[in-house]
C-alpha cells in the first residue's frame, strides 16, 4: 500500500468514521441522561434525512431547509419522550429495549408505505466532482462530513460546560435524586436530552443524504454506531467520537486489504470481542456492567 | 376431565381435521402458525422464564433452517437425518454464543444477541456459492427416510412435532430446570443461595431456545421450500418476541396464543399486507406499556377474580 493510497483511504474511513460518531453521540446523549439505550435512533437518521426531503419539496432554500430539518427532528423527540419513554422509564431493562425497538419498526414501516423502497436524493448545494488536494481526490461530501462534526463537537463542549442546560443534564446523569433536590427539573432535562439527540440523529440523516441517497435503510448505520458507542463505552461523549472515528478507519482499511466480506464482519466480531471482555469500552468507567 | 383439557381438545380438533376441508393455503398458513409456536416457545423458557434478552433467536432459527437445506440439497441426506442434523447444529452455535454470554444481562445481552444476529446475515450474504446468498436457496422436493413428503403428510408430520415440542416446553418448565430459570430471573443471588449455578443455568436456557429454534427452522425449511436471509432478520426476531410478549412471558401456552393470534392478524388484514410491520409493532409496544402480563396472563389474572381464588399462570 503507498502513502498516497493509505493517505486517501484515510480520509474516507474518517468521514465514514464521523458519521457513526454523530449517530453514537446522539446515543449517548439520552443515554447518559435516562440510562435509556434507544434502538430507534436509526430510524430517528432515516426520518430526518425524509424530513428534510418534504421541506425540499416546498422548494425553500437549502440554508432554511437544515435548521427546520433539526427543529422538527427535536420537537419529534420532545414527543417520542414524553408519549413513550416517560410511562415506562422504570420499567425492566427488556421492555426499554423492545419498546424502543418496536418504536423503530413502526417509524421504519410508516415511511416504506409512503415512500417505498425509491431512493431520493437530496440537492446539497456543496456537493460536486472531487477535486484534487495535493495528491488526493476529495468529494466535498466528504469534507463536509468531517467539518459538521467538528463543529458538532465543540459545540457538544461548550454547551455541556457552559450553559445551565447542559450542566442540568451532567448533574442528572450523575445522580438523578440529588438534581432533583437541588431543583433541577428533571422530567424537563429526559426531554431536553431527547430533542438534542434527535436534532443531531436527523443531522446525520442530512449529511448521508447527498452521499448514498435517502431509502428506508438509511437507519441501518445505528449498528455500527453502537459498536462505536461500545468501542467508547455508552454514556462518554469522548468515547463515542473516539469509538466512531476508529471503527470507520479501522473498517475502511480492512475493507481495502481484506475484502468486503471482512470489512462487514469487523464491526460485529469487534462489538461481541469487547462487550464479552470489557463491557465497560476501551473509555468507559469500570462500573457500567449493569 | 379438567377445563382445560377439554378447551385444548376443543382447539386441537379443527388442526387435526384441517387437511380434509382446508384449502392448500390455509394448511400452508397453519403450518407457519406451528412453526411459530415452537420457535416461540424456546424464547418463551430463555427470555420469560431466565429472563434473558434475546434478538437473535430469528438467526438461530435461520442456522436451523440453512442447514436443513444445505444437507438435503446439496448432501442428498433424508429429512429424517437433517432436520436432527440442523437442531443439534443450531444447539451447539447457541451453546457456544451463550457460554460468554452467560455472565451478561440485560442491555450488553441486548448488544452481543444483536451482533450475533448481523454476523449470520452477513455469512450468509457474502458466501452466495453456499447459502445462495440474497437470492435465497430453493429446495428440491423432500423425501423422509425415502417417503416422499407430500402435502398432507407433511402437515401432520409438523403438527405431531409442534404436539411434541409443546409437550416438551411444558414439561422442561415445570422441572427443575424451569424452576432454576425462574430463580435465576427474580434474583440472582436467590439462585445462588438455593445452589442454582446462574451461569451454568443461562448456559442451559441459551442452548434450549436454540435447539427449538433449530427445530423451527428446519420445519420452515420443509414448509415453505425457499429460503433467503430476508425471513431471518431483526423484524423476524422482534415478530417473536412480538408473540410471546403478547401471549404471556414465561408461559408456554402464553407462547402458543401468542404465535396463533400474531399470525393469523395479518391474514385479516389482508389487502393491507405492507402494514403488518405498522400493526406488529403498534401491538408489541402496547403490550409492553398497558398489559406486561400478556393474553394468558391477563386471562389467568381476571379467571382468578372470577373464581374469587389466587390466580395461577398456566
Known amino acids: ?290 | 376431565m379438567r377445563l382445560s383439557h377439554v378447551l385444548i381438545a376443543i382447539a386441537a380438533a379443527p388442526a387435526v381435521a384441517l387437511p380434509l376441508f382446508g384449502s392448500s393455503y390455509q394448511i400452508y398458513l397453519a403450518e407457519l402458525i406451528l412453526i411459530n409456536v415452537v420457535a416461540a416457545i424456546g424464547l418463551n423458557l430463555l427470555t420469560g422464564n431466565c429472563g434473558q434478552i434475546s434478538l437473535c433467536h430469528a438467526s438461530l432459527m435461520a442456522i436451523g433452517a440453512y442447514t436443513t437445506a444445505l444437507l438435503t440439497t446439496r448432501f442428498a441426506v433424508t429429512y429424517a437425518l437433517a432436520l436432527p442434523a440442523g437442531i443439534v447444529v443450531t444447539t451447539l452455535l447457541g451453546a457456544s454464543l451463550g457460554y460468554p454470554a452467560r455472565r451478561l444481562s440485560g442491555l450488553y445481552l441486548a448488544l452481543v444477541t444483536l451482533g450475533f444476529l448481523e454476523v449470520v446475515s452477513i455469512v450468509i450474504e457474502e458466501f452466495p456459492d453456499l447459502t445462495g446468498g440474497v437470492r435465497g436457496l430453493k429446495l428440491a422436493k423432500l423425501e423422509f427416510a425415502g417417503w416422499p413428503l407430500n402435502a398432507g403428510a407433511l402437515y401432520y408430520f409438523v403438527l405431531g412435532v409442534t404436539v411434541l415440542a409443546i409437550r416438551a416446553g411444558w414439561g422442561l418448565q415445570h422441572s427443575r430446570y424451569g424452576r432454576a430459570f425462574d430463580t435465576v430471573r427474580q434474583s440472582v443471588i436467590v439462585a445462588q443461595a438455593l445452589a442454582i449455578p446462574p451461569a451454568r443455568t443461562k448456559l442451559l436456557a441459551f442452548s434450549i431456545a436454540a435447539a427449538f429454534a433449530g427445530l423451527a427452522g428446519g420445519l420452515f425449511t420443509a414448509v415453505v421450500g425457499f429460503i433467503d436471509p430476508t425471513e431471518f432478520d431483526i423484524s423476524a426476531s422482534l415478530r417473536q418476541i412480538t408473540f410471546i410478549a403478547v401471549g404471556g412471558l414465561g408461559s408456554v401456552w402464553g407462547s402458543v396464543v401468542g404465535a396463533v393470534v400474531l399470525t393469523l392478524l395479518p391474514e385479516t388484514l389482508r389487502g393491507a399486507k405492507e402494514y403488518s410491520d405498522v400493526v406488529y409493532g403498534v401491538i408489541l409496544l402496547g403490550a409492553l406499556v398497558l398489559a406486561p402480563k400478556g393474553i394468558v396472563g391477563s386471562l389467568a389474572l381476571l379467571l382468578g377474580r372470577f373464581h374469587g381464588g389466587k390466580a395461577r399462570l398456566p
Open chain 1, 1 to 290: 500500500m503507498t502513502g498516497r493510497i493509505a493517505l486517501q483511504l484515510a480520509l474516507s474511513g474518517l468521514s465514514v468514521g464521523s458519521i457513526y460518531a454523530i449517530v453514537a453521540l446522539s446515543l449517548a446523549i439520552p443515554f447518559k441522561a435516562s440510562r435509556v439505550l434507544n434502538f430507534a435512533q436509526g430510524e430517528l437518521v432515516t426520518l430526518g434525512a425524509y424530513i428534510a426531503l418534504v421541506l425540499t419539496s416546498y422548494g425553500l432554500p437549502y440554508a432554511v431547509i437544515v435548521p427546520a430539518t433539526l427543529l422538527i427532528a427535536a420537537a419529534f423527540g420532545l414527543l417520542i419522550e414524553r408519549l413513550v419513554i416517560r410511562p415506562i422509564v422504570d420499567a425492566p431493562e427488556f421492555t426499554l429495549v423492545i419498546a424502543t425497538f418496536a418504536l423503530g419498526l413502526i417509524i421504519r414501516a410508516l415511511i416504506r408505505i409512503h415512500w417505498q423502497d425509491n431512493v431520493y436524493f437530496l440537492p446539497a448545494p456543496y456537493a460536486g466532482a472531487a477535486f484534487a488536494i495535493g495528491p488526493l481526490r476529495v468529494n466535498p461530501s466528504y469534507l463536509v462530513i468531517i467539518g459538521t462534526t467538528a463543529v458538532l463537537v465543540a459545540l457538544l463542549v461548550l454547551f455541556f460546560a457552559r450553559t445551565k442546560l447542559g450542566k442540568a443534564m451532567r448533574a442528572v446523569s450523575f445522580n438523578p435524586i440529588a438534581a432533583r433536590l437541588m431543583g433541577i427539573r428533571v422530567s424537563t432535562v429526559f426531554g431536553s436530552a431527547w430533542a438534542l439527540s434527535a436534532a443531531i440523529g436527523a443531522l446525520a440523516g442530512l449529511l448521508l443524504a447527498p452521499v448514498i441517497g435517502i431509502n428506508p435503510e438509511l437507519g441501518h448505520l445505528i449498528s455500527k454506531a453502537l459498536v462505536a458507542a461500545v468501542i467508547g463505552g455508552f454514556g462518554s461523549l469522548g468515547g463515542a467520537l473516539f469509538g466512531g472515528l476508529l471503527l470507520g478507519v479501522l473498517e475502511t482499511y480492512a475493507g481495502a486489504m481484506f475484502g468486503a466480506a471482512f470489512k462487514e464482519i469487523i464491526p460485529f466480531a469487534i462489538l461481541i470481542a469487547i462487550l464479552l471482555v470489557r463491557p465497560q469500552g476501551l473509555w468507559g468507567a469500570t462500573h457500567a456492567r449493569v
